[in-house]
T-cell receptor, first 116, second 112 residues
Framework: AQKITQTQPGMFVQEKEAVTLDCTYD???????LFWYKQPSSGEMIFLIY??????QNATEGRYSLNFQKARKSANLVISASQLGDSAMYFC?????????????FGTGTRLKVLA | DGGITQSPKYLFRKEGQNVTLSCEQN?????MYWYRQDPGQGLRLIYY???????QKGDIAEGYSVSREKKESFPLTVTSAQKNPTAFYLC???????????FGPGTRLTVL
């Protein structure tokens, strides 16, 4: 079964508007971490934001925030005031800790295009 | 500047040849990882190393080999046994196995 699901293959957003990228996950591990990475056309994966399963508040990093709904097992990325430079692929990832390996599991990504 | 470097950026290989991809980091990270990315897919873990002189297979290790003789370096060899090696390869590192992974710029391998 898919452990990380990103249902939006592609999204468009107008410059300066906010956009939400969806991510749902599946785990029985009580201690896990959720990550979002940005991959521009150059290929490098850029770390954006992290949410721990025990964190009480939603994570925020500048224009990025993570809408963490634990009961729904969702960890959506919200980008406020979109910029043209935000056009890229975005990947959600989960790290489980109970096996002791802390391996990451990645979703298939969402391609975001910001329109001028 | 601290970071992760991968070389070369582009690599072409003939069928039947082994090829080695370089990954170096100067972040003093203990853990290092190799991922493979195919078009339209997420990243899949090939090998990882949580400490020098130790490494473990990931989810798709067949046809690949690694070494970790130095903390800074984690080279990946794509052998002729790898049936479909054309892909984008990303190296990552983290302070420890439980910390956030940071990625290098990647190497795009094409088999001719």
């Amino acid at each position: 079964a898919q452990k990380i699901t990103q249902t939006q293959p592609g999204m468009f957003v107008q410059e300066k508007e906010a956009v939400t990228l969806d991510c749902t996950y599946d785990t029985s591990d009580p201690s896990y971490g959720l990550f979002w990475y940005k991959q521009p056309s150059s290929g490098e994966m850029i770390f954006l934001i992290y949410q721990g399963s025990y964190d009480q508040q939603n994570a925020t990093e500048g224009r990025y925030s993570l809408n963490f709904q634990k009961a729904r097992k969702s960890a959506n990325l919200v980008i406020s005031a979109s910029q043209l430079g935000d056009s890229a692929m975005y990947f959600c990832a989960m790290r489980e800790g109970w096996t002791g390996t802390y391996k990451y599991i990645f979703g298939t990504g969402t391609r975001l295009k910001v329109l001028a | 500047d601290g970071g992760i470097t991968q070389s070369p950026k582009y690599l072409f290989r003939k069928e039947g040849q082994n090829v080695t991809l370089s990954c170096e980091q100067n972040l003093n990270h203990d853990a290092m990882y190799w991922y493979r990315q195919d078009p339209g897919q997420g990243l899949r873990l090939i090998y990882y190393s949580q400490i020098v002189n130790d490494f473990q297979k990931g989810d798709i290790a067949e046809g690949y080999s690694v070494s970790r003789e130095k903390k800074e370096s984690f080279p990946l060899t794509v052998t002729s046994a790898q049936k479909n090696p054309t892909a984008f390869y990303l190296c990552a590192s983290s302070l420890s196995k439980a910390d956030t992974q940071y990625f290098g710029p990647g190497t795009r391998l094409t088999v001719l």
